[in-house]
T-cell receptor, first 116, second 111 residues
Framework: DAGVTQSPTHLIKTRGQQVTLRCSPK?????VSWYQQALGQGPQFIFQ???????QRGNFPDRFSGHQFPNYSSELNVNALLLGDSALYLC???????????????FGSGTRLTVV | QQQVKQSPQSLIVQKGGISIINCAYE??????FPWYQQFPGKGPALLIA?????SEKKEGRFTISFNKSAKQFSLHIMDSQPGDSATYFC??????????FGKGTMLLVSP
């Protein structure tokens, strides 16, 4: 049973460019959340998608946007990249049953984005 | 505003010793407190979690102690092993909401 799959694993972009990161949730999971983890910090919540809609959003600018597809997979888009956007971007998925009893999100291994 | 404060930032423990990591939270609406373990190049993995209606939960060598009145909780790793060397994050959430993480503790267990 595959867990959360993220692609690509590593990415180097130039300031001002745009980037798209992809996530396939764990089988049976319908909710996808995105987190940004700067070096030496804990993950920071970006937004959460459920039923193809953004349900919650953290304190991130509009340059960060996302999408969820009917198969529950998701994309994170970042426009006008800044040096400060360099981080590990984590995707986490969960299911209604797990949320009710023990909402322990399953995380992917992340995409390491470097902005130069 | 950092809603979950974690300490220490780093910790060195000898093999066989007890590792203790502490967290404090501010939001009284939090009702679920997981701990995550993260190895380099990997995403966080759920280790153990607790709800505020119990004061302690034990799973193998890992124990969470919870003090609701003080709004504090801690992770104890008994008989620490070199394979436990990783970064540990406490987190908190309420209902179906998202996770708020601490800044992490880098644990090194020396052989």
């Amino acid at each position: 049973d595959a867990g959360v799959t993220q692609s690509p694993t590593h990415l180097i972009k130039t300031r001002g460019q745009q980037v798209t990161l992809r996530c396939s949730p764990k089988s049976g999971h319908d909710t996808v959340s995105w987190y940004q983890q700067a070096l030496g910090q804990g993950p920071q919540f970006i937004f959460q998608y459920y039923e193809e809609e953004e349900r919650q959003r953290g304190n991130f600018p509009d340059r960060f946007s996302g999408h969820q597809f009917p198969n529950y997979s998701s994309e994170l888009n970042v426009n006008a990249l800044l040096l400060g956007d360099s981080a590990l971007y984590l995707c986490a998925s969960s299911s209604p049953l797990e949320r009710g009893n023990s909402p322990g999100y399953t995380f992917g291994s992340g995409t390491r984005l470097t902005v130069v | 505003q950092q809603q979950v404060k974690q300490s220490p930032q780093s910790l060195i423990v000898q093999k066989g010793g007890i590792s203790i990591i502490n967290c404090a939270y501010e939001n009284t609406a939090f009702d679920y407190f997981p701990w995550y373990q993260q190895f380099p190049g990997k995403g966080p993995a759920l280790l153990i979690a607790i709800r505020p209606d119990v004061s302690e939960k034990k799973e193998g060598r890992f124990t969470i102690s919870f003090n609701k009145s003080a709004k504090q909780f801690s992770l104890h790793i008994m008989d620490s092993q070199p394979g436990d060397s990783a970064t540990y994050f406490c987190a908190a959430t309420s209902g179906y909401s998202t996770l708020t993480f601490g800044k992490g503790t880098m644990l090194l267990v020396s052989p």
